[in-house]
């Protein structure tokens, strides 16, 4: 909108807004932005017919160019000439041919973490939910692994705010019943964490993590946006993302060793919640390394409705270190015995940490 750009509270809200939209797709943000560009498409699903696909794939080439992690290659004419015969291949312009020539072009990103949504997957998103994205009870759940306690993180995709805060709560009661049990050592387990939204899992485990930068995402232009905890609430540069969970206040003693457990279904935003441990005191990784789809990616609708959904920012951790891969851990465990063999590994090294 005009002005918009030479307004600077403008644009830090804007900012906040995409890592907001980095854990998920359901948003307002994407509903005001394609709602009417999807209505302007009425068909039949991949047989509706789609007015000047080449212009579409230009838009979308632009954006790559432009905004992309790895947007900066010398063949995107060639690749633009494949993508258009793509659009045509039933000799029409059809929905169905359009859709495959755009994610023929995210492809070529090879980034691992971009992504494209057709016109009838974003109206799958728009569409009233059935079923809530998640329970709150389903972002954790909690074991006994030789005398310590185990929480294990899952990917949690819900953006509804009671249902963020509930979740948040629940993990946090969790962590507090759980150090209960031995406040020296805590097994955190994110092998079954493959993404979502990870203010509620930040949120719950917040006490756990020191006061400050968490983590922080830099652009390709070299523009950095710190992810800290001030007290019991998460900030995004200059603005609150998260209150304090009065309801769940943190435990009066914490664990001092924490053993994060990592694996190859440990990815998007799950990762993220790894990198917030990554740096703290009294820390170690046990496990696989992780999926590696560690960037943060930032949504752009195409004109006819699609959206593609770029990785523009890579993530580093508390340190300043940027981690444009799998996570490593700090004791790999061969696969073959790795869910057991990384449990027995983390409690041995708790059992010695808190002699």
Same mark, same amino acid.
């Given at each position: 909108?005009?002005?918009?750009?030479?307004?600077?509270?403008?644009?830090?809200?804007?900012?906040?807004?995409?890592?907001?939209?980095?854990?998920?797709?359901?948003?307002?943000?994407?509903?005001?932005?394609?709602?009417?560009?999807?209505?302007?498409?009425?068909?039949?699903?991949?047989?509706?017919?789609?007015?000047?696909?080449?212009?579409?794939?230009?838009?979308?080439?632009?954006?790559?160019?432009?905004?992309?992690?790895?947007?900066?290659?010398?063949?995107?004419?060639?690749?633009?000439?494949?993508?258009?015969?793509?659009?045509?291949?039933?000799?029409?312009?059809?929905?169905?041919?359009?859709?495959?020539?755009?994610?023929?072009?995210?492809?070529?990103?090879?980034?691992?973490?971009?992504?494209?949504?057709?016109?009838?997957?974003?109206?799958?998103?728009?569409?009233?939910?059935?079923?809530?994205?998640?329970?709150?009870? %389903?972002?954790?759940?909690?074991?006994?692994?030789?005398?310590?306690?185990?929480?294990?993180?899952?990917?949690?995709?819900?953006?509804?705010? +009671?249902?963020?805060?509930?979740?948040?709560?629940?993990?946090?009661?969790?962590?507090?019943?759980?150090?209960?049990?031995?406040?020296?050592?805590?097994?955190?387990?994110?092998?079954?964490?493959?993404?979502?939204?990870?203010?509620?899992?930040?949120?719950?485990?917040?006490?756990?993590?020191?006061?400050?930068?968490?983590?922080?995402?830099? %652009?390709?232009?070299?523009?950095?946006?710190?992810?800290?905890?001030?007290?019991?609430?998460?900030?995004?540069?200059?603005?609150?993302?998260?209150?304090?969970?009065?309801?769940?206040? %943190?435990?009066?003693?914490?664990?001092?060793?924490?053993?994060?457990?990592?694996?190859?279904?440990?990815?998007?935003?799950?990762?993220?919640? +790894?990198?917030?441990?990554?740096?703290?005191?009294?820390?170690?990784?046990?496990?696989?390394?992780?999926?590696?789809?560690?960037?943060?990616?930032?949504?752009?609708?195409?004109?006819?409705?699609?959206?593609?959904?770029?990785?523009?920012?890579?993530?580093?951790?508390?340190?300043?270190?940027?981690?444009?891969?799998?996570?490593?851990?700090?004791?790999?465990?061969?696969?073959?015995?790795?869910?057991?063999?990384?449990?027995?590994? +983390?409690?041995?090294?708790?059992?010695?940490?808190?002699?």
């Amino acid at each position: 909108m005009a002005g918009e750009a030479d307004n600077p509270a403008k644009q830090k809200s804007g900012h906040t807004l995409w890592l907001l939209l980095s854990v998920s797709l359901i948003s307002a943000f994407i509903i005001g932005c394609v709602l009417l560009l999807v209505r302007q498409y009425r068909g039949d699903g991949a047989s509706a017919v789609i007015e000047k696909p080449t212009e579409i794939i230009a838009e979308a080439i632009t954006l790559m160019r432009a905004k992309a992690l790895q947007g900066e290659r010398s063949d995107w004419p060639e690749i633009q000439s494949m993508a258009n015969q793509i659009a045509h291949n039933n000799g029409g312009e059809r929905e169905g041919d359009l859709d495959t020539a755009l994610r023929y072009l995210v492809s070529k990103l090879e980034d691992g973490h971009s992504s494209y949504l057709s016109r009838a997957e974003v109206q799958a998103l728009l569409a009233p939910a059935t079923a809530a994205p998640g329970t709150p009870a %389903s972002i954790a759940d909690a074991v006994t692994v030789q005398r310590y306690a185990m929480i294990a993180t899952h990917g949690f995709s819900s953006l509804d705010p +009671a249902t963020e805060l509930a979740a948040a709560q629940y993990l946090r009661a969790l962590l507090n019943e759980s150090v209960g049990r031995n406040n020296c050592g805590l097994l955190m387990d994110l092998r079954t964490n493959s993404g979502g939204n990870m203010y509620p899992m930040l949120s719950g485990l917040l006490p756990l993590l020191p006061e400050g930068l968490m983590l922080s995402f830099k %652009s390709r232009e070299g523009a950095s946006s710190a992810v800290s905890r001030r007290g019991g609430e998460i900030w995004v540069e200059g603005e609150r993302i998260t209150a304090a969970l009065e309801s769940a206040p %943190s435990a009066p003693v914490l664990p001092i060793h924490i053993a994060v457990l990592t694996g190859p279904q440990t990815g998007s935003s799950g990762e993220m919640v +790894a990198l917030a441990f990554k740096g703290r005191a009294n820390t170690r990784f046990f496990g696989l390394p992780t999926a590696g789809v560690t960037s943060a990616n930032q949504p752009f609708p195409l004109r006819h409705g699609g959206i593609l959904n770029l990785a523009t920012s890579m993530t580093l951790d508390r340190s300043g270190k940027p981690h444009p891969g799998p996570i490593q851990p700090d004791e790999l465990i061969e696969a073959a015995a790795a869910q057991k063999s990384a449990e027995q590994a +983390a409690a041995a090294w708790l059992d010695k940490s808190c002699k």
